[in-house]
C-alpha cells in the first residue's frame, strides 16, 4: 500500500554535495516519522537521520552531523536528505523508511533512527570516491 521511491544517487568526489528525495504514494507524510537508512554489503544497515513531520524535531547519527540535513515538503509528499562535504566512508545504498513511533526524549517527542520502521524503498546508490 505504502510506496517510497528514492531518487538522486550517484557517483561524486569527496567534498562534493549530492541531494536525496524520498516520494511517498499511498500515504500521507504529514505527522509520521520519516527516516533515512544505509547499508553496504556485509554490514548491518545503518540509520542516518530522521524526522517528525509534526513535530519538525530531526535526529542525526553522529558520523553525518554538520553535514547532513534532513528535510520535508508536505504539498510535494517527499522527504529529503542533503549531503554536504561527502566522505569516502557514505559510500552506501541509502533507503528511505517510514512506520515508526515517535518516542518522548527530554521532554520532547522525536522520531528513532535505528529502529521501529515497518515500511521501506528500493533505495538509491551513492558512491563517493576520493
Known amino acids: 500500500q505504502v510506496q517510497l521511491v528514492e531518487s538522486g544517487g550517484g557517483s561524486v568526489q569527496a567534498g562534493g554535495s549530492l541531494r536525496l528525495s524520498c516520494v511517498a504514494s499511498?500515504?500521507?507524510?504529514?505527522?509520521?516519522?520519516m527516516a533515512w537508512f544505509r547499508q553496504v554489503p556485509g554490514k548491518e544497515r545503518e540509520g542516518v537521520a530522521s524526522?517528525?513531520?509534526?513535530?519538525?524535531?530531526?535526529s542525526y547519527t553522529d558520523s553525518v552531523k554538520g553535514r547532513f540535513t534532513i528535510s520535508h515538503d508536505n504539498a510535494k509528499n517527499a522527504v529529503y536528505l542533503q549531503m554536504n562535504s561527502l566522505k569516502v566512508e557514505d559510500t552506501a545504498m541509502y533507503f528511505c523508511?517510514?512506520?515508526?513511533?515517535?518516542?518522548?526524549?527530554?521532554?520532547?517527542?522525536?522520531?528513532?533512527?535505528?529502529?521501529?520502521?515497518?515500511?521501506w524503498g528500493q533505495g538509491t546508490q551513492v558512491t563517493v570516491s576520493s
Open positions: 524526522l517528525g513531520t509534526g513535530s519538525l524535531v530531526t
Open positions: 523508511a517510514t512506520g515508526a513511533v515517535a518516542h518522548r526524549r527530554g521532554g520532547e517527542i522525536a522520531c528513532p533512527t535505528s529502529s521501529g520502521y515497518t515500511d
Open positions: 499511498g500515504y500521507e507524510i504529514l505527522g509520521k516519522c
